[in-house]
């Protein structure tokens, strides 16, 4: 069955560290570019992060750069997204979603297909 | 920065037709795809690029543009439409993602 699956999400405090986690199946995961998306309750859709197929790009939200990083297990189907210095207002479901342009890096493509999210919250 | 605006909510009859606008200052020369999204859902995309559909999206789903506005229009909706439906760019200019403020839909 084509899915994403996410795990890693939890309460931690803010400053503190998080590793998210995207199990990809049954499709050619090494050849997409794979993202983030985040939304906090109650809100709308935020885009985080996008990496490319092959791990050597990445690109991110202005709101995240510099403490947010991506990686990718080709592997092992699984994409990674490292979260530093958390603050209170990262809190949020984040799902993973895939980049519908086959072994492009970014552009007008939609995403095609996404995980259910596991939520991430911040508070002391 | 690129800002898409949705009206928050919209309310339709089963049966009628439920309009879903996106607007954005540079919309009428970017492809815009549309996802619909029940609670506790992962979103789907319904809609891509001016009127593509993925397969298993009815042909009642359809999307449209007039100059700087996009449009999702759902014909004969039904109860399981029901749902929160998000436009969505890619900005150009910045290389980045941008989604509209979302609109959910009720059925009376």
């Known amino acids: 069955q084509v899915q994403l699956v996410e795990s890693g999400g939890g309460v931690v405090q803010p400053g503190r560290s998080l590793r998210l986690s995207c199990v990809a199946s049954?499709?050619?995961?090494?050849?997409?570019?794979m993202h983030w998306v985040r939304q906090a309750p109650g809100k709308g859709l935020e885009w985080v992060a996008l990496?490319?197929?092959?791990?050597?790009?990445?690109m991110y939200a202005d709101s995240v750069r510099g403490r947010f990083t991506l990686s990718r297990d080709n592997s092992k189907n699984t994409l990674y997204l490292q979260m530093n210095s958390l603050r209170v207002e990262d809190t949020a479901v984040y799902h993973c979603?895939?980049?519908?342009?086959?072994?492009?890096?970014?552009?007008?493509?939609?995403?095609?297909?996404w995980g259910r999210g596991t939520l991430v919250t911040v508070s002391s | 920065s690129y800002v898409l605006t949705q009206p928050p909510s919209v309310s339709v009859a089963p049966g009628q037709t439920a309009r879903i606008t996106c607007g954005g200052n540079?919309?009428?020369?970017?492809?815009v795809h549309w996802y619909q999204q029940k609670p506790g859902q992962a979103p789907v995309m319904v809609v891509y690029?001016?009127?593509d559909r993925p397969s298993g999206i009815p042909e009642r789903f359809s999307d449209s543009k007039s100059g700087n506005t996009a449009t999702l229009t759902i014909s004969r909706v039904e109860a399981g439409d029901e749902a929160d439906y998000y436009c969505?760019?890619?900005?150009?200019?910045?290389?980045?993602?941008?989604f509209g403020t979302g609109t959910k839909v009720t059925v009376l």
């Open positions: 690029d001016l009127t």
């Open positions: 540079n919309i009428g020369s970017d492809s």
């Open positions: 969505q760019v890619w900005d150009s200019s910045t290389a980045h993602y941008v």
């Open positions: 990496i490319s197929y092959d791990g050597s790009n990445e």
């Open positions: 049954d499709f050619n995961f090494r050849t997409y570019g």
């Open positions: 979603a895939k980049d519908g342009a086959y072994g492009a890096y970014g552009g007008p493509m939609p995403f095609d297909l």
